[in-house]
């Protein structure tokens, strides 16, 4: 089941795109991007420090998402900042479990493997704000 805000070509593209890239084994180091949304930079994503995901409207989430390497951790903490509410988690369209503002993924549940991360929250208002990150523990 895919989530409102992603259809599933948009998805499906996204992976598409990136099955080249992972297959040749190379390390990828370049940051996050999203539509109107600060990069993140992979580098300083190691033992387990938070990656901060910022909010933007669903239709403006990029679906040139580069994969954000967790070094040397063995669990990766997703944070969302800002005054939201109701939030939504997905691991690969799959809904889980969690509604606060953090969601905690364990490498050894998930293996090395690319995964797809993505959260809609809900302002004051009830408009929906989403963000997304393709991660993968090294």
Same mark, same amino acid.
């Given at each position: 089941?895919?989530?409102?805000?992603?259809?599933?070509?948009?998805?499906?593209?996204? /992976? +598409? *795109?990136?099955? @080249? !890239?992972?297959?040749?084994?190379? #390390?990828?180091?370049?940051?996050?991007? /999203? +539509? *109107?949304?600060? @990069? !993140?930079?992979?580098?300083?994503? #190691?033992?387990?420090?938070?990656?901060?995901? +910022?909010?933007?409207? @669903?239709?403006?989430?990029?679906?040139?998402?580069?994969?954000?390497?967790?070094?040397?951790?063995?669990?990766?903490?997703?944070?969302?900042?800002?005054?939201?509410?109701?939030?939504?988690?997905?691991?690969?369209?799959?809904?889980?479990?969690?509604?606060?503002?953090?969601?905690?993924?364990?490498?050894?549940?998930?293996?090395?493997?690319?995964?797809?991360?993505?959260?809609?929250?809900?302002?004051?208002?009830?408009?929906?704000?989403?963000?997304?990150?393709?991660?993968?523990?090294?």
């Amino acid at each position: 089941m895919f989530p409102f805000f992603l259809k599933k070509t948009r998805f499906k593209a996204l /992976f +598409t *795109g990136l099955v @080249p !890239v992972l297959l040749t084994g190379l #390390t990828i180091s370049t940051a996050l991007i /999203f +539509t *109107g949304c600060p @990069p !993140v930079d992979p580098g300083t994503q #190691t033992g387990g420090e938070n990656i901060a995901i +910022t909010l933007v409207d @669903p239709d403006a989430l990029s679906i040139d998402i580069i994969p954000s390497p967790v070094r040397e951790a063995s669990q990766v903490t997703f944070t969302v900042t800002g005054d939201y509410h109701d939030y939504q988690w997905f691991l690969d369209s799959e809904k889980l479990n969690e509604t606060s503002a953090s969601l905690i993924l364990n490498k050894n549940v998930l293996g090395t493997d690319p995964h797809h991360i993505t959260v809609t929250a809900f302002d004051a208002g009830g408009t929906p704000y989403s963000g997304a990150v393709l991660f993968q523990f090294n």
